[in-house]
């Protein structure tokens, strides 16, 4: 069986159901986070138990935060765009998320071969 296209990857991402990433109205309840990885000063990739994949986007740069760390805040149990926020470690200063989504990884689509 042949590997999918790229475009077929594609558009599989576009009917990702967030649910199945336990991603519910916006929000995931922080007992299925395993780890946030902070990738620059707005973006963060989180690991979930079950192999599954969330990337987090903060509503604005939030300087440092990369570098030094932060402290989550939240609301009862669950990490939501725009009622959840991060300090950054050593400062006084706060990023709230703008948006949490599926991660999916693409494959690299298979070599077709060439004919002369």
């Known amino acids: 069986m042949a590997a999918p296209s790229l475009i077929d990857q594609v558009r599989a991402i576009q009917q990702v159901n967030p649910k199945k990433?336990?991603?519910?109205?916006?929000?995931?309840?922080?007992?299925?986070?395993?780890?946030?990885?902070?990738?620059?000063?707005?973006?963060?990739?989180i690991s979930m138990f079950g192999k599954k994949k969330a990337i987090m986007r903060l509503s604005s740069n939030c300087p440092g935060i990369k570098r030094r760390g932060f402290a989550q805040i939240s609301v009862g149990r669950r990490l939501c765009t725009?009622?959840?926020?991060f300090t950054v470690l050593g400062d006084t200063f706060s990023c709230r998320i703008g948006s949490i989504e599926p991660y999916i990884e693409l494959e690299d689509p298979a070599e077709q071969e060439k004919s002369d």
């Open 21 to 45: 990433y336990n991603i519910r109205n916006g929000c995931i309840n922080t007992g299925r986070i395993k780890r946030i990885k902070l990738l620059d000063d707005r973006t963060a990739m």
């Open 82 to 85: 725009k009622s959840s926020s």
